[in-house]
């Protein structure tokens, strides 16, 4: 049987704190986008994917480490438990005969009504009758794992996501508080079919890179170049945010690696409150010269020293 520990690399003790790390570390190192060219890293990130959604069940790992269950969460042993059979046992001298349980109190009723049009004289998917709560105890199909990557902003918005499933059906997922790359979202019913009902599908969350903002836990951080004449007499530019483009004043005497806030404009923390966007400004000249600046500098009067406090 497969060992969804060893899977995740963890102990059999391990904290749901550890095993969501391990599962996060492995995810981002395994995950099939940045191993296009290798498909043995796809195979274990699938692996690695249904060993977590096992562990971070804790009804699914309590009935595996009770070895009641696989890690695809079908049962260990359904039929022999070792060779001891089904088992028959008197309840009535007018009601004598087979229970519909094994030795470990599965009822087996479903699997022989889908077999035998039923046993006992029990309708199937009826309240009554000896074998009333089969479907109740049968197993749920397998999950179906689903990954899909999200924009930047669309993440830091919590915009809904549109994804197709197995069946071709599609549906609008609203993203969570707190969602980052490795966030699994739980699809309820929307896994394989199996005798106790469909299990569920699993979309593991990648948030893609963007190619100027930059993630600091809830916060949002942006270099922002900004003019010489920005700088020294200060003005009103315009800032690009995950919400849409604000302005922002710079104040007269502003120096590079300087940074300013916008409230609110981050990722939404688990809690629901958002973050902030932290703004660094940059100082930026003009690439190759630029003659009107060479002419200006060449007349300025320089009564300061920017170096004195490395002087020893």
Same mark, same amino acid.
């Given at each position: 049987?497969?060992?969804?520990?060893?899977?995740?690399?963890?102990?059999?003790?391990?904290?749901?704190?550890?095993?969501?790390?391990?599962?996060?570390?492995?995810?981002?190192?395994?995950?099939?986008?940045?191993?296009?060219?290798?498909?043995?890293?796809?195979?274990?990130?699938?692996?690695?994917?249904?060993?977590?959604?096992?562990?971070?069940?804790?009804?699914?790992?309590?009935?595996?480490?009770?070895?009641?269950?696989?890690?695809?969460?079908?049962?260990?042993?359904?039929?022999?438990?070792?060779?001891?059979?089904?088992?028959?046992?008197?309840?009535?001298?007018?009601?004598?005969?087979?229970?519909?349980?094994?030795?470990?109190?599965?009822?087996?009723?479903?699997?022989?009504?889908?077999?035998?049009?039923?046993?006992?004289?029990?309708?199937?998917?009826?309240?009554?009758?000896?074998?009333?709560?089969?479907?109740?105890?049968?197993?749920?199909?397998?999950?179906?794992?689903?990954?899909?990557?999200?924009?930047?902003?669309?993440?830091?918005?919590?915009?809904?996501?549109?994804?197709?499933?197995?069946?071709?059906?599609?549906?609008?997922? !609203?993203?969570?508080?707190?969602?980052?790359? #490795?966030?699994? @979202? =739980? /699809?309820? +019913? %929307? *896994?394989?079919? &199996?005798?106790? $009902?469909?299990?569920?599908?699993?979309?593991?969350?990648?948030?893609?890179?963007?190619?100027?903002?930059?993630?600091?836990?809830?916060?949002?951080?942006?270099?922002?170049?900004?003019?010489?004449?920005?700088?020294?007499?200060?003005?009103?530019?315009?800032?690009?945010?995950?919400?849409?483009?604000?302005?922002? !004043?710079?104040?007269?005497?502003?120096?590079? #690696?300087?940074? @300013? =806030? /916008?409230? +609110? %404009? *981050?990722?939404? &923390?688990?809690? $629901?409150?958002?973050?902030?966007?932290?703004?660094?400004?940059?100082?930026?000249?003009?690439?190759?010269?630029?003659?009107?600046?060479?002419?200006?500098?060449?007349?300025?009067?320089?009564?300061?020293?920017?170096?004195?406090?490395?002087?020893?």
């Amino acid at each position: 049987m497969a060992d969804p520990y060893a899977i995740l690399g963890v102990s059999k003790g391990a904290s749901e704190k550890d095993i969501k790390s391990a599962y996060r570390k492995l995810a981002k190192e395994l995950h099939p986008d940045y191993n296009k060219d290798n498909p043995a890293a796809a195979a274990r990130f699938s692996e690695v994917t249904r060993a977590y959604d096992l562990l971070s069940d804790k009804d699914k790992r309590a009935r595996f480490d009770r070895g009641e269950i696989d890690i695809d969460g079908n049962p260990a042993a359904p039929f022999g438990f070792g060779g001891g059979g089904f088992r028959q046992q008197s309840r009535s001298s007018d009601n004598a005969g087979f229970s519909g349980f094994g030795n470990d109190g599965i009822d087996f009723a479903d699997i022989f009504d889908g077999l035998f049009g039923g046993f006992g004289g029990g309708a199937r998917g009826s309240s009554s009758g000896p074998y009333s709560g089969a479907r109740q105890n049968a197993p749920k199909g397998a999950n179906v794992a689903y990954k899909m990557a999200v924009d930047f902003t669309d993440a830091a918005t919590l915009k809904p996501q549109r994804i197709t499933l197995a069946d071709g059906k599609t549906i609008d997922l !609203k993203l969570p508080n707190g969602v980052e790359t #490795g966030t699994n @979202m =739980r /699809l309820s +019913g %929307k *896994g394989q079919p &199996g005798p106790g $009902g469909p299990g569920d599908g699993i979309v593991t969350i990648e948030v893609r890179p963007h190619r100027f903002f930059r993630r600091d836990g809830d916060n949002v951080r942006l270099d922002l170049p900004i003019t010489l004449k920005e700088a020294v007499a200060g003005g009103e530019v315009r800032v690009p945010t995950v919400d849409g483009a604000v302005m922002m !004043k710079i104040k007269p005497g502003s120096q590079s #690696g300087q940074q @300013m =806030r /916008l409230k +609110g %404009k *981050g990722f939404h &923390g688990k809690n $629901g409150v958002r973050g902030d966007q932290i703004i660094e400004l940059q100082i930026r000249l003009p690439e190759g010269g630029d003659a009107a600046l060479t002419q200006f500098v060449e007349g300025w009067s320089v009564n300061y020293d920017p170096r004195a406090g490395l002087t020893g």
